[in-house]
């Protein structure tokens, strides 16, 4: 599904050099490396503050601990998703309030967003899904409305432009109050292990994060809230701050795979449905997930048997999850998510993919019957 090898050979000399300099340096935990990929990924996103941290998961439990959000509260979150947003709540006893996803974008439904809202609701957690953004206008309306946070989970979307009615444009991660970024080696800036960040334009918010990572220290052996220890080691922000100079790179190389499938499954178009851009939203196509309207798990045997990889994000709604049948709160009809469950299908989408691999991908397809 990805080529991460290929991707280091081209870029090797560059890795290299980075993580043999922080080996050198002898500063593992809190070295240059990580300041500096901080103010990097600020400069990129326009973020006014950029918070490293373990991984992604962490990134979202310390943005709801940061928030002060209080057993018993709830947090919206999509029902079609990876389960990484309602693990964070619930794990703070928090309660997950599945909301059923647009059947085109994956992402939150806005139309079914005010009814999932009660008095003890807290916080939306939209998921910029597969590479674009969630609609960010009217949800964020919605939240104001209601006096809600909004973290926005940005796990796979980095570098994806959201575009208001008004013409201004903001990158995916900074309209909430929190982003939340994953640094999995899968994701479009991936590091060489786990990694994750926590972006905001609060100042005061942000300082508030940084302790929270760093067992609540305001200053080394004065702890002012309690914290946990959650830090990007200096290795992998090196690695990251070689990649993130690629970054814009390596998003058009993936632009460039998908208008390739778009264009050779333009005859499946009655079996296949390729994926929707909202207007609103840029793709950077961290996955490229097609919805099978008939016998998804026939096609993905037979890619198989051809020695094409595929995986479907995700098998089961939140709902159907077994660790969470008691602990979440259902909002609604989810038909859509547990439909998208059965017919979704993504296909290999990597920055090293040519020409010719996905020609044969594209008539392997074609020919299936």
Not at 276 to 301: A, C, F
Request: hydrophobic fraction near 40%; aromatic fraction near 8%.
């Amino acid at each position: 599904m990805v080529d991460l090898t290929t991707q280091y050979q081209r870029i090797r000399h560059e890795i290299d050099q980075a993580v043999l300099d922080v080996i050198r340096s002898g500063r593992y935990i809190h070295g240059e490396a990580v300041g500096k990929l901080a103010a990097g990924l600020a400069a990129y996103t326009g973020a006014k503050h950029v918070v490293p941290c373990a991984n992604g998961t962490d990134a979202l439990r310390i943005a709801l601990v940061a928030l002060d959000l209080q057993p018993g509260d709830e947090v919206i979150v999509p029902a079609f998703n990876y389960v990484a947003a309602a693990e964070a709540a619930a794990l703070l006893r928090l309660i997950p309030v599945a909301v059923d996803v647009h059947p085109r974008t994956f992402t939150i439904n806005i139309d079914r967003l005010e009814e999932a809202i009660s008095p003890k609701t807290k916080a939306i957690i939209p998921v910029h899904l597969f590479g674009q953004t969630a609609d960010m206008e009217p949800l964020m309306h919605i939240a104001h409305k209601y006096g809600l946070f909004v973290i926005e989970d940005n796990a796979q979307s980095l570098g994806s432009v959201y575009t208001f009615s008004d013409g201004t444009q903001k990158q995916a991660g900074t309209m909430g109050d929190i982003g939340v970024l994953s640094f999995f080696p899968t994701k479009n800036l991936g590091c060489y292990g786990d990694g994750g960040a926590l972006m905001t334009n609060d100042k005061a918010l942000a300082e508030k994060l940084r302790m929270i990572t760093i067992h609540g220290q305001s200053q080394k052996y004065v702890h002012q809230i309690v914290g946990c220890n959650s830090r990007l080691d200096t290795l992998q922000a090196a690695v990251l701050q070689v990649k993130l100079s690629y970054l814009d790179e390596f998003i058009q190389s993936r632009r460039k795979l998908a208008s390739w499938y778009d264009a050779g499954l333009q005859s499946m178009s009655n079996r296949i449905e390729t994926p929707y851009r909202l207007p609103e939203s840029s793709h950077v196509y961290n996955q490229y997930t097609l919805i099978v309207n008939e016998n998804r798990d026939g096609l993905q045997q037979y890619l198989k048997e051809k020695e094409i990889p595929s995986t479907v994000y995700y098998p089961l709604p939140l709902h159907f999850q077994p660790a969470f049948k008691d602990r979440v709160r259902i909002a609604g009809d989810l038909s859509i998510s547990e439909k998208l469950c059965r017919s979704v299908l993504s296909l290999p989408m990597h920055t090293e993919a040519d020409e010719e691999q996905t020609q044969y991908i594209m008539n392997q397809l074609i020919r299936y019957e």
